[in-house]
């Protein structure tokens, strides 16, 4: 489905942030990106969602395609038609409109008037708090309701596949759980998604398959519960070579995190 | 008393013809992050094109005309110039349409020259009288229809697809972008609006009490900007309360010109930066204005 193949990005034409990374999300799948601060993450994601030329990055080498089709030159508002929409980093939902307002705003690149309502009921179906405060203003729900008012927005377009940019980033242990659940239910409803993550336990725990990003580089990739298990994953993002942190979704959020909050 | 009450309501008919141009001067700052100083200039050719057309098309349709023109030549400096400077800084872009400004407007003074061209508003120059209170016809139908068009906008803005695009895109462009909204169109929507709005206030503008279409016009739009920047530039609201407030300031101050003697005669001309000066010093981002206006 989408396809990335030896993908290297500049800043500026000089810092290098990916370095011929090749990574695939097949159809139907979670794939889950590891990596700590400056690995490169955020920079694939941009690459893919056609907002690099806003930071002013460029793709020097390399390609992404999507069923095919090459998207390095395509702009964002393409992109998102053609079935990829990204929660970006932060959630950053518009905080000075409504709640239905957010959702509006998420469906405009989303021609397809019937599908435009299919994907409003189900928002509100996965995330009946929506449906309440849909007349709030998106600035006054707390951090895991924007939480969620980003990922219904981005769904609001009826994406094939969506990109998440560190959906647990300053959430609670219990409200991260939650993220974990709803990213396999909408996977379960047909949506591949991309899962860019600092938090392995959750990542690992909703994933098909893994890729551990490293300086912009891909170091580790493979069945997500294989990943778990090797020792780098567990030394590096599961803490402490522990054998039983490839365990399920929430169990050892609380140490992940006081782990990056020490 | 009538005095007063007579001067208030040709201020505020005064002021809903600025709050017009001052709407689509923040618009186009939300949609465009321009200080757009073309608007003079627009407005003047949109007063030109209605009292150059109105011999052959008549009254109506010059207005049509005109308006289509006016809103043409907003698109074009939008495609063509301020959409392709995108991501340059915020005062050369203000810069560029300062030089457009002064472009457009030496052309249409060139063309205008010494003479007052006329607009045969079909209402004629004739005042009339509500209870002893003294207005032009001219005034009371801008007041009229400034009111309409101000309603409609709101509603737009608030309801419409454009409005929601158009303020998402104004509180945070990356993503807006990143959910498909296209901001090269919000953006160019947001210049045809404002140039529509340009174009009706023209039209009113060149009306009695004023004798007709010269160059003189331009320096009364101008008026608009203090009224914009006093509202707050990012707020729609702020543009409609800094439009009616100039108004009714200038209105009031040219009217009892007599009382105000020490300060010298035309003041009236001076009150609106006056006010935008006291108004700014106490509110540096404007009545309404959000305090922070630069993006991170």
């Known amino acids: 489905m989408l396809s990335i193949d030896s993908l290297r990005v500049t800043y500026g034409g000089a810092v290098e942030a990916v370095r011929g990374v090749t990574m695939e999300v097949p159809d139907g799948k979670v794939v889950a990106v590891l990596g700590s601060n400056g690995a490169g993450k955020s920079t694939l994601l941009r690459t893919i969602s056609g907002t690099l030329r806003l ?13 095919g089709d090459v998207l390095t030159s395509r702009d964002p508002g393409q992109i998102v038609r053609r079935g990829i929409v990204q929660v970006p980093e932060g959630r950053r939902i518009f905080g000075r409109l409504t ?6 705003a998420g469906g405009m690149g989303n021609r397809d008037r019937a599908a435009k309502a299919a994907a409003h009921a189900r928002v509100h179906d996965l995330f009946p708090v929506l449906a309440e405060r849909s ?17 219904g927005r981005a769904l609001m377009a009826s994406p094939k596949l969506l990109l998440l940019d560190e959906p647990s980033l300053g959430l609670a242990p219990r409200v991260i759980g939650q993220i974990g659940e709803v990213v396999a239910e909408i996977n379960r409803q047909g949506t591949s998604v991309l ?10 725990g909703v994933a098909d398959l893994a890729y551990v990003l490293d300086v912009g580089r891909v170091s580790l990739s493979g069945p997500a519960e294989e990943l778990a298990r090797t020792d780098e994953v567990q030394r590096l993002y599961l803490g402490h070579g522990d054998p039983a942190a490839s365990g399920p979704v929430g169990r050892h959020t609380r140490r992940t995190l006081s782990r990056w909050t020490a | 008393m009538t005095q007063f009450l007579s001067l208030l309501l040709n201020g505020l008919s005064l002021g809903a013809i600025y709050a017009l141009i001052a709407l689509g001067f923040v618009i186009i700052f939300k949609a465009s ?8 200039s627009l407005l003047l050719l949109g007063a030109y094109s209605i009292a150059r057309l109105s011999g052959t098309l008549g009254f109506l349709g010059a207005v049509l005309v005109g308006l289509v023109i006016t809103a043409l030549a907003a698109f074009v400096v939008e495609r063509f110039i301020i959409n392709r400077l995108r991501g340059a800084p915020v005062i050369s ?5 300062i030089g457009v400004d002064i472009i457009l407007l030496t052309e249409l003074i060139r063309r205008i020259g010494p003479d007052i061209l006329n607009v045969p508003h079909p209402w004629g120059g004739q005042s009339v009288r509500i209870g002893g209170i003294g207005i032009t016809q001219n005034r009371l139908v801008a007041m009229v229809v400034a009111g ?37 169109r919000v953006s160019a929507l947001a210049w045809v609006v404002a140039g529509v709005l340009a174009g009706v206030a023209a039209l009113f503008l060149v009306g009695s009490p004023t004798p007709g279409v010269s ?31 100039i108004g009714v300031a200038e209105s009031l101050a040219a009217g009892y010109q007599e009382n105000l003697l020490f300060l010298g005669r035309g003041f009236g001309e001076v009150v609106p930066y006056v006010v935008m000066i006291a108004v700014l010093l106490v509110r540096p981002s404007g009545l309404f204005g959000t305090k922070e206006l630069t993006r991170v």
């Open chain 2, 215 to 245: 160059s003189a016009v331009y320096a009364t739009a101008l008026r608009a900007f203090p009224a914009a920047i006093l509202g707050g530039l990012d707020s729609t609201g702020g543009a409609l309360v800094g439009g009616l407030l």
């Open chain 1, 55 to 67: 930071h002013r990055g460029r793709v020097d080498e390399g390609s992404v395609r999507f069923d």
């Open chain 1, 195 to 204: 899962l860019v993550e600092q938090n392995a336990t959750m990542a690992l």
């Open chain 1, 135 to 151: 007349g709030q203003r998106a600035g006054l729900l707390s951090g895991g309701e924007q939480q969620m008012l980003a990922i």
């Open chain 1, 99 to 104: 709640v239905e307002e957010n959702l509006r």
């Open chain 2, 93 to 97: 872009l203000a810069i560029v349409t």
């Open chain 2, 33 to 40: 992050e321009v200080v757009s100083f073309t608007h003079g």
């Open chain 2, 148 to 184: 309409i068009l101000i309603v409609l906008f709101f509603v737009a803005f608030k309801y419409s697809s454009w409005g929601v695009a158009m303020r998402a895109s104004a509180e945070d462009g990356e993503t807006a972008a990143l959910m498909g909204i296209r901001q090269g």
